[in-house]
Antibody, heavy 116, light 106 residues
């Protein structure tokens, strides 16, 4: 059974940093692209970042480019999202998702709240 | 960016057929996917590449369309289908989602 478990969310002040982790199990992690998608409270879904299976290439929308960094450790079956210079508009539940352009598996999400 | 437009809400009677629409601001070929999100849960993939049913999804769900106009059909609607439904395009980066359609029961 595919499982994706996110951790690392919490309350953080504007301008500060936070790093999310996602531990994957139930599939061969290094065979798949991985992504992060977020959802602000009561709002819709927004793609945040994707990374190739080797980790050699990464992709971001303009809203987070230069502030967020997606990475992975294939030996540890773990996906990361380093978030710097956080803003109030980054407040959201962050989901770890398996896939490059379509997301068949989602974690339960971790809530990030950016507030002073 | 490709903007996806969905109606905010739809009300339907149990046992009836409902179609949820998604219009893209430019052609996405058939690179359109549909997700269901129930209250307090993560999204679930229903349909990929416009018309392909994801494994384990009931055959009551179907998708159609190409280019800029797409539909998700549920026939017949069951009480368990009450949720928000999102379309998502993967024709170009950035990947974008529609704002969602809330399905309600009359």
């Amino acid at each position: 059974e595919v499982q994706l478990v996110e951790t690392g969310g919490g309350l953080v002040q504007p301008g500060r940093s936070l790093k999310l982790s996602c531990v994957a199990s139930g599939f061969t992690f290094n065979n798949y692209w991985m992504s992060w998608t977020r959802q602000a409270p009561g709002k819709g879904l927004e793609w945040v970042a994707s990374i190739t299976n080797s980790g050699g290439s990464t992709y971001y929308p303009d809203s987070v480019k230069g502030r967020f960094t997606i990475s992975r450790d294939n030996a540890q079956n773990t996906l990361y999202l380093q978030m710097n210079s956080l803003r109030s508009e980054d407040t959201a539940t962050y989901y770890c998702t398996r896939g490059s352009y379509v997301f068949a598996y989602w974690g339960q999400g971790t809530l990030v709240t950016v507030s002073s | 960016d490709t903007v996806l437009t969905q109606s905010p809400a739809l009300a339907v009677s149990l046992g009836q057929r409902v179609t949820i629409s998604c219009r893209a601001s430019k052609s996405v070929s058939t690179y359109m996917h549909w997700y269901q999100q129930k209250s307090g849960q993560q999204p679930k993939l229903l349909i990929y590449s416009a018309s392909n049913l994801e494994s384990g999804v009931p055959s009551r769900f179907s998708g159609s369309g190409s280019g800029t106009d797409f539909t998700l059909t549920i026939d017949p609607v069951e009480a368990d289908d009450i949720a928000n439904y999102y379309c998502q395009q993967s024709n170009e980066l950035p990947l974008t989602f529609g704002s969602g359609t809330k399905l309600e029961i009359k």
